[in-house]
């Protein structure tokens, strides 16, 4: 793994760290402003910083407690995309029920920041879809 794919990975990591603190300026450090977020549950791509926050925003309503963890993260060769297999767990904020599962994301990096994120829920999608960018 070269150093910039060093520093690529740990960018995805920080994405995913302050996505947990619900810290949005961190987020947008690692983000691209004009930043697009295409979700699994939803067939809309929400677009830029103040659309992704509310989309976040409005996600975290339903949960007392909810966290990403990346298990594995892949980047490119060319260094351009990065494939993300993820765990997430959570406990319902009205429910109380836990929640644990995977999903997976191909994120697109424009001038080293992320500009694209889709979310997949099957890893066969996810991986199918990052090897045509490879």
Request: net charge negative; proline share 1%.
């Amino acid at each position: 793994m070269s150093d910039r794919q060093r520093e690529i990975k740990a960018r995805i990591e920080a994405v995913l760290a302050a996505r947990n603190r619900r810290d949005w300026d961190a987020l947008f450090a690692e983000i691209d402003p004009d930043a697009e977020w295409e979700p699994i549950a939803e067939s809309v791509i929400y677009r830029g910083r103040e659309a992704i926050i509310e989309y976040f925003a409005r996600w975290d309503e339903a949960w007392a407690e909810f966290r990403i963890d990346a298990e594995r993260i892949e980047v490119s060769q060319d260094e351009n995309w990065v494939s993300v297999a993820a765990r997430y767990r959570g406990r319902g904020k009205g429910s109380a029920v836990d929640v644990d599962g995977n999903f997976y994301t191909v994120w697109e990096l424009r001038h080293g920041q992320v500009w694209r994120c889709r979310e997949y829920a099957q890893e066969s999608e996810a991986q199918a879809a990052f090897e045509r960018r490879r």
